[in-house]
Nanobody, 124 residues
Framework: QVQLVESGGGSVQAGGSLTLSCAIS????????MGWFRQGTGREREGVAA????????YYDGSVMGRFTISEDNDNDTVYLQMNSLKPEDTAMYYC?????????????????WGQGTQVTVSS
């Protein structure tokens, strides 16, 4: 059974940093496109970043480019999202997702499996 478990969310002040983790089990994630999405109150779920471990290629939304870094640790079956210079508009529930067959990275429908989410709150 595929399971994705996020952790690392919390409350920080603007300019602060957080690192989110996504522990993966039940899927050979090295062959899957792994993505981070977020959904703020009253907003649609949006793609933040993704990584394709077989090639190491990464993708970022323009709003987080230069501030967020996605990475993977094959030994620990974990994907990370390092978030620096956080802004109040980054406040959202953050979700980890796996797309077994690949596809458009920022499209939620691409992903087969989702975690439960971890809340990130950034105060001004």
């Amino acid at each position: 059974q595929v399971q994705l478990v996020e952790s690392g969310g919390g409350s920080v002040q603007a300019g602060g940093s957080l690192t989110l983790s996504c522990a993966i089990s039940g899927v050979t994630y090295m062959s899957a496109l792994m993505g981070w999405f977020r959904q703020g109150t009253g907003r649609e779920r949006e793609g933040v970043a993704a990584i394709y471990p077989p090639t190491g290629k990464t993708y970022y939304d323009g709003s987080v480019m230069g501030r967020f870094t996605i990475s993977e640790d094959n030994d620990n079956d974990t994907v990370y999202l390092q978030m620096n210079s956080l802004k109040p508009e980054d406040t959202a529930m953050y979700y980890c997702a796996a797309a077994i067959n690949g596809g458009l990275w920022r499209r939620p429908g691409t992903y087969n499996h989702w975690g439960q989410g971890t809340q990130v709150t950034v105060s001004s």
